[in-house]
């Protein structure tokens, strides 16, 4: 087969039709971007809302993500220990329970982000503060605005520069269950309240679906090929809910979602994520529509990468399975070419699945284990050459 362009490479794959090789879709959170960008002599390596793609375009990524979810300024935002930074939610953030480095340890670490050495793992952000923990603060609380310029205006940008080449996704993760429990009400309150005050959750949700619902045809308008959803509902060894309980809060709100997307666009590409194991609802992404299903975290249920694939990989595209919490910073790099091997093998065989880690690649990761991951998937990632053949 002749060699297609990123954009129809990954489009092609999308739709389980056959490609040259395995389509690529690397994401990395600010400490690891900034590593390699080093490298590659590219100043801007800004991530979330002011993502610029330039440095996963030469690492080969066939698809531009941009992201305006609850995620996209939190996540990527630089907090100072000890203080509180709130977000058009009005949820609060900081760096829970880490009290931060020393000037001398800070030295270190920013030695070991330069180049090889052995990278040490970055404080992260998250949620101290959350806006919604009784009837009343629903009742008061003012959702955002889903016409926001600052998070719709680089998306018409990012069209009109990269789409003739690359295929555009734009990411309203974390959607329902995940924005709720992470994020609106707090963890412990969401599970305690499922059961206490299902009326204020079931609230929650309602309002996360008619906010994400605008904010995704708002970004259908401006042209992009495909919409990407998702909420960390699986576990290390199972779903953090029950199947059922997911059927009942989220699968209708997407299914309501999903098709208001489709009445803008009924070529629209939908992508479905979820962290952790989250095997027991792919038969319900593909009731729901979903044409990409991800990122494949091997964990539980998902550690069966083959009998998904054979279950599953005639209706709906797979994306990741690449361990990103042993292997790819820990491991040896043997033991990280090994990994990409197995996982295109098991995902990659007979086409619809395109290869990423199976979450960001984080500061942690050592720069000679990104570069034997990204070489290990150009030699292991072309069909009709072993052990695609």
Partial sequence: MKELLPRERFERAVRREPVDRVPVLYRMKSEAKQKLARIYGIDD????????????????????????GINAQFSHRPIPI?????????????????????????EEFRGTQDFWGPAKVVPENFPNF??????????NYKWPDPNDPELLEPIKDLCAKYQQDYFIIVDLSSTLIEAAYAHLVG????????????????GVLDGLTDYYTEVGKNAIRLGVDMIRV????????????????WRELAKPRFKHMFT????????????????????????????????????MQPTG?????????KKYGSDISLIGGLCVQRLLPRGQVEDVRKGVHDVIKNLGTGG????SPAHYILADVPVQNIYTMIEAQREFGVYGKYPLN
């Fill in 45 to 68: 390596a800004s991530t979330g809302v002011k993502h610029n793609p330039e440095l996963e375009l030469r690492l080969g990524n066939d698809a531009i993500i941009y992201q305006i």
């Fill in 82 to 106: 000890g203080e509180t930074w709130s977000n058009h939610f009005h949820v609060g953030y900081g760096k829970s329970g880490l009290q931060g480095r020393t000037e001398d340890e800070e």
């Fill in 130 to 139: 959350h806006p919604i923990t009784s009837m009343e603060d629903l009742k």
């Fill in 187 to 202: 963890t412990q309150n969401f599970f305690l309240m499922l059961f206490d005050q299902p009326e204020l959750i079931h």
């Fill in 230 to 245: 998702g909420d960390d509902v699986g576990a290390q060894q199972s779903m953090m809910l029950s199947p059922e309980q």
């Fill in 260 to 295: 208001e997307f489709r009445k803008e666009n009924s070529d629209l590409y939908i992508k479905l994520h979820s962290c952790g194991d989250y095997s027991p609802i792919i038969g319900d992404e593909i009731e729901l529509g979903v044409d990409l299903s991800g990122l």
């Fill in 301 to 309: 249920g998902n550690l069966d990468q083959v009998g998904i694939k």
């Fill in 352 to 355: 619809g699945y395109i290869f």
